[in-house]
């Protein structure tokens, strides 16, 4: 599979990771020393890797549960010098925890879009002093469902 710039490719790995249930992050960038020209990039799955021990110490007081399971899952693209485009080199998509139902996708930290309207309509709502919740349920309504808004009361 192959990708004209590697927006397309992190296009396609949100929408996978919307499909599928899982939310998803950029991992690592290298670049040319030469012209500075990104020559690949990788995309995992938000619960690759391990956190570490002093990240770790800092979840446990604050009560929160560790997010990372070392997931295998990821996109790896690189750079084709002949064609300009960027050509999958890696791809694993066997997940090692529990997929997200698709109700609640939305709530994926990579899956959160909050459009230039809807931020205005905050700022105005704000500034009105409407509380957040009460904003929220609102634009809720307008959207037909908390799912079709694309970000949370948090946000």
């Known amino acids: 599979m192959e990708f004209d710039t590697l927006e397309d490719a992190w296009e396609f790995w949100l929408k996978n990771g919307r499909q599928m249930g899982f939310d998803v992050r950029k991992h690592y960038i290298n670049k040319s020393k030469k012209d500075g020209k990104i020559t690949s990039r990788g995309f995992v799955c938000a619960k690759q890797g391990i956190r570490s021990p002093k990240k770790e ?23 084709v010098q002949e064609t300009e485009k960027y050509k999958v080199t890696d791809f694993i998509e066997e997940h090692n925890h529990t997929l997200h139902p698709l109700e609640t996708v939305y709530m994926m930290r990579s899956q959160w879009k909050i459009s230039e309207v809807h931020a205005e309509l905050i700022e105005f709502a704000c500034s009105s002093r409407i509380k957040p919740k009460v904003a929220h349920e609102l634009m809720s309504r307008e959207a037909s469902g908390r799912a079709n808004l694309g970000f949370t009361e948090l946000d």
């Open 57 to 79: 110490d800092m979840i446990r007081t604050h009560n929160r549960d560790d997010t990372r399971t070392n997931c295998p899952v990821k996109l790896y693209v690189s750079l």
